[in-house]
Each structure stands twice: as C-alpha cells, then as structure tokens.
C-alpha cells in the first residue's frame, strides 16, 4: 500500500531511478484543472462574463476552452500546487531521477509551470487539437523513452496508465478509478475528497447562525408572537442564509489567488481544490435562484426588495467595497444590521431605532477586529490582500475597533435607561446585568486577537468559542428572566 507519506520511499527505489518518473500536470501536480483556472480568472478578471459562460458552453467543452484561453494568461505562481508531491518530487531529483512534466494542455503554460517549480528535466505537452489527445502524448513518451517510464497523474489518464511501467494515481475519484484498473494496474496513492463534504463546507452552514439577526425583531417584539409569525421569520432567516451562501460561492471565486496564500483560507474548497472551480458557478445561480424563489411565494414583496438589496450589498462588497479602507468595515457591519431590519420587514414587527444603533456600533467592533486579525498576521509592513490596510494601520484599527465596542454597550446602557423598555419587559432593571457579560465578551474577543489566538472570524470563532457561548447563553436567560419575571421576583425588586 503507497500512501502519500510512502510515494516518495516507492519513488527513489534503486531499481526505478533509471525510469523516467512523467507527471501529469492537471489533477497531480496541480490540485485542480488548468481549464477550470483559466475559467476562474476570466471571472475574476470580468464578472459579467458569468452571464455569458453559459452560452459558450452550448458549443461544447472544447469551444468554451478556446475562448477562455484566448482572453486569459495563468501566471504559474497563482495556480494550487500538490504541496507534498512537490516535496517528493524534490526528493526525487535529488536522488537523481530524471523528471518530466506532461500535460494535455498548452506547451507554453507546462514550460511557464516547469520553470516556476524548477523541478522538470523535459516537458511533453499536448495542445489539445488531436483527438482523443492523450494516445498521441503516450505515444511520444512511448518514443521518447523506449526502456519504459513511470507516471503520476489522475484516474482519467488512461491512454498513458496504460503506456506507463508503473502508475501511481493522486486525487482519484471512485468512479474514474474503476475505469483506470480495467486499462491498466495502477497503485492509488490518493483519493479525491468527498465532494458532498466540500459542497457542505463551501456553503458555511455554521455562518448561517449569523442570520438568526432576521429573527431577532420577533423575539424582540413587546407582544407574544404567533406561531405564524415565527414561521415567517424563520423562513426569511433560511432565504437570507442561501443567498449568503451564494455570496461566499462568489466571493471565494474571485479571491482564489488571496486565499492561496492565506494560511486558514487556503483550505477552503475552491482554494485547495476540494471542489472543482467549474461547479462554482452554477452552484452561485442556484443558490441565488432557490432563495428569491422562496422568497418571492412565501414573504412580502417589501422583504423580496430586501433581500436583493442584500444581495447587491454583499456583491458590491465582493467585487470592489471589500478593498476600501474603513469602507469595507461599515458594510460589513451594515449588512449584519440591514439583516435585523429584514427580519422586522417579514414579520411585520417595528425595528427600533435603540437596536439598530447597537447593531451598527457592535457589528463594526467585530468588523474591525476581522481586519485586525489579518493585520496581525502578516509578517512585514505590507498590505494585506485585496484589503485597503497596511500593519502600520494596526493601533488605529485597534481604537476604532474597541471604541465602536464600549459605544455599542453604551447605547444598550442607555436603551435599559428608556422608557421604550418598560413596554417590553416586566422587570427592565435585571438588563443591567447584560452589560457586564458584554463587556467581558468583548474585551476578550480583542484580548485573544491581540494575543494572536484568534486566527479567523471573530462571528465564527464566537460560534466555537465555549466561553463565548456562555456569554450569549447568560445574555438570553437574563433577557428571558426581565421579559417574563415572575411576580413573587418583581415583588423582591419593588
């Protein structure tokens, strides 16, 4: 049995190092397609294209790779390699194994790759024109290495496992792997990641937890709400967190080169090559179809408008707001407020003006404390990625971060202190408790990313965080305990 920890053992035998070791270059050398790359970039570089893709598609596989690839030129240095099989490749040539780098794709890009990685002694390229393609390159290495090569590459590289001496497979899915023994004996080394695990992972169910906002003006409401009113809400929440979904599809698609190089980011799907970059897209217009379908039968028209505006905030975020300096901070923190103002629009429920500056200022704290943490993590003063900050930003970011913190519990301070309040709960004085939970919430949520053990999210490292967690479970129970006081505890406080 060849793992990926053996191959290298398999690879340097004496018996073998007189072979030529051939390495595919999509799929093995790179955890992804080169096609679905250049796809990717044209979308990165022309969003709009996304509209048309599908229309190119209608003139078969090998017309939409002709178009993409004559608007597009893929830089070596921003494609997802095999990071171990770089290393046993290494290891390899300094055992004195001649390498080869072969691909179906163009001659340029694998002599562009083979001199980045500077690791290849030849490359075979085939342009794609013959057809199939493959049986022309297996018979050029066929010619090129009479005494016999070996060969690293996917499962549906049939026509050179079969030329091959010996084949080892990377990436292999199921399905392509029973197709590939039938031709020829191959040795798995790897396979290919659940797909339904990264499709679950790309669409970040635990971020839908932030979405329980559109709910919050129902719970919130001075009367008891209906069973009805609920539903309502909680189905606003499901459509809202399909059209999150979608953005992250999208957002992920235009930052692949960024998260690359993002020591957590790089392992999301599209980034490492879980999930092929080609099913992106229509995962986006799903996604987005299902929601405003849901939408549309089911809620007021009011809160269908809301949600496009939601959309088109989170798009315009994507695409260009995101790089903004301080810009990027405030619609974050709008959209998490705008998601609160959604809820009361599909419920019918007034939003008050107390709860939507809290949100405001609370949500532009954590905001701030998102940029910190990317900041913090750079190892020089530069910028950071598709961002509008430098490290030497970090103390500003920092002030306005905590400030915008202690002045969203200044605002819930002074709503306890209302008379808006009394109309809500029994017992309005026990909110006073929430304030010290808050405060410890916060100064802890600064503390940690100061400390550099908050490497992501801070919503996302909240919804994980145990003591996090208690604090939003003493804040609930408190908030329950003045709304609904039992008369023998009003009598203790009067």
């Not at 024109?129 to 049986?135: D, I, M, Q």
Request: glycine share 6%; charged share 15%.
């Amino acid at each position: 049995m060849v793992t990926e920890s053996s191959l290298g053992e398999a690879l340097r035998q004496p018996d073998v190092l007189s072979r030529p070791l051939c390495v595919a270059l999509d799929g093995a050398l790179l955890t992804t397609r080169v096609s679905w790359e250049r796809v990717a970039l044209l979308f990165r570089q022309r969003p709009w294209l996304a509209l048309v893709l599908p229309f190119w598609l209608l003139g078969g596989a090998k017309s939409l790779k002709r178009r993409v690839k004559g608007r597009v030129e893929l830089a070596p240095a921003s494609l997802p390699y095999r990071s171990w099989l770089l290393a046993e490749l290494t290891s390899c040539r300094a055992a004195g194994r001649k390498l080869v780098l072969v691909t179906t794709t163009d001659t340029a890009l694998a002599e562009s790759v083979a001199a980045h990685v500077s690791l290849f002694d030849a490359v075979y390229a085939s342009d794609g024109s013959a057809v199939p393609a493959e049986p022309s390159l297996s018979a050029a290495l066929t010619a090129a290495f009479p005494d016999g090569f070996d060969y690293i590459g996917q499962s549906d590289d049939t026509a050179l496992l079969a030329a091959a001496t010996r084949s080892y497979l990377v990436g292999a899915s199921s399905d392509a792997l029973g197709a590939a023994r039938s031709t020829a004996p191959v040795v798995v080394v790897s396979r290919r990641p659940s797909i339904l695990r990264a499709l679950v992972a790309e669409l970040r169910l635990h971020q839908w937890a932030k979405n329980a906002l559109v709910v919050l003006p129902v719970l919130l409401a001075p009367t008891t709400p209906s069973v009805a009113t609920l539903a309502r809400a909680v189905l606003a929440a499901f459509t809202v967190s399909l059209c999150a979904s979608a953005g992250y599809v999208f957002n992920d698609l235009l930052d692949l080169e960024a998260d690359r190089v993002h020591p957590a980011k790089s392992k999301r799907p599209f980034a490492s090559g879980a999930l092929p970059i080609i099913a992106g897209f229509p995962l986006f217009f799903a996604l987005l179809a299902l929601s405003f379908s849901l939408a549309v039968v089911c809620l007021p028209t009011a809160f269908v408008a809301m949600l496009g505006l939601y959309f088109v905030g989170t798009l315009s975020y994507s695409l260009y707001l995101k790089r903004l300096m301080l810009i990027d901070v405030l619609v974050l923190a709008g959209l998490y407020t705008h998601r609160i103002l959604s809820g009361g629009i599909a419920t019918d429920v007034r939003v008050s003006a107390w709860l939507l500056g809290f949100s405001m200022f609370l949500f532009t704290s954590l905001a701030f404390a998102k940029r910190f943490v990317e900041l913090h993590a750079l190892s020089s003063d530069e910028r950071v990625k598709n961002r509008g900050y430098f490290r030497v930003d970090l103390p500003m970011v920092t002030s306005m971060g905590t400030a915008s913190g202690y002045i969203a519990a200044l605002v819930f301070m002074l709503y306890v202190d209302s008379s808006a309040v009394r109309t809500a709960y029994r017992e309005p004085s026990l909110l006073w408790l929430v304030l010290p939970a808050l405060l410890y919430w916060l100064g802890r949520i600064w503390l940690l990313a100061g400390r550099g053990k908050m490497q992501e999210d801070p919503v996302k490292f909240a919804l994980r965080d145990r003591s996090s967690l208690a604090c939003v479970a003493i804040i609930g129970l408190i908030a329950v305990t003045a709304r609904f006081t039992p008369a023998w505890l009003v009598a203790v406080f009067h």
